[in-house]
Every structure is written in structure tokens, then in C-alpha cells.
């Protein structure tokens, strides 16, 4: 059972930064496309970024495509999603998840099959 811990969210001003970083266990971390997740209060959950198991390949939504970067390392089990520029509209719920099926490329939530708790980013004006 792979279990996914995330770190790093806070309260930043408009124009500032965070990294995310989320640590995974219990699994065979380096043959799985990880990705990021967003909710706000009251919307649906939304896709952040991807990135495939070996770190060839990211994906992102166009609304943070330029100011997030989606990074992994292997060794240690480590997903990370450095966000710069942020925008009061990037205030939500961030989750880590992993793709159910080893060395599969996808953007969605439904082959998500693990995710973390979560971690708070709140970008004030």
C-alpha cells in the first residue's frame, strides 16, 4: 500500500513562492507517474501537474504552465511542485497522488489510485 505525505503549504503573498514536496512509502515509487491536485473551497478538484515515473515527461494545466515546476527524485521517494507567481486563484487544497498502474503516462484523477491528506496554500493580495 503506497502511502503519500505532503509538506510545505503556507500562507504566501500575491507574487511570492512555495515548494510542495510530498514523500511516498510503502510502494515501488520509481515505476509510477506522480501528480499534483488542487481544490478550492466550493469548485472541483482540479489537475496541477504530472510527471512520468523516470522524470522524462511533466505535464501541467495552462493555468500554471510557466510558474509551477513538477520535479522527482527517485532515491528518495520524493515528489516535489516548486510554485513561483502565485496568484490569490492558486489558493486551495494540494494533494500528491500516484498513478494506480506502473509506467503509465496520464493527467487523470481516475487513475490517481493514491493520494496524501493534503496541505493548505493560501495566497493572499
Known amino acids: 500500500q503506497v502511502q503519500l505525505v505532503e509538506s510545505g503549504g503556507g500562507l504566501v503573498q500575491a507574487g511570492g513562492s512555495l515548494r510542495l514536496s510530498c514523500a511516498a512509502s510503502g510502494g515501488t515509487f520509481s515505476t509510477h507517474t506522480m501528480g499534483w491536485f488542487r481544490q478550492a473551497p466550493e469548485k472541483d478538484r482540479e489537475f496541477v501537474a504530472a510527471i512520468s515515473w523516470t522524470g522524462s515527461a511533466t505535464y501541467y494545466a495552462d493555468v500554471v504552465k510557466g510558474r509551477f515546476t513538477i520535479s522527482r527524485d527517485n532515491a528518495i521517494n520524493m515528489v516535489s511542485l516548486q510554485m513561483n507567481n502565485l496568484k490569490p486563484e492558486d489558493t486551495a487544497v494540494y494533494y500528491c497522488?500516484?498513478?494506480?498502474?506502473?509506467?503509465?503516462?496520464?493527467?487523470?484523477?481516475?487513475?490517481?489510485?493514491?493520494w496524501g491528506q493534503g496541505t493548505q496554500v493560501t495566497v493572499s493580495t
Open positions: 497522488a500516484a498513478v494506480g498502474s506502473p509506467e503509465t503516462f496520464t493527467i487523470g484523477a481516475p487513475e490517481y489510485r493514491y
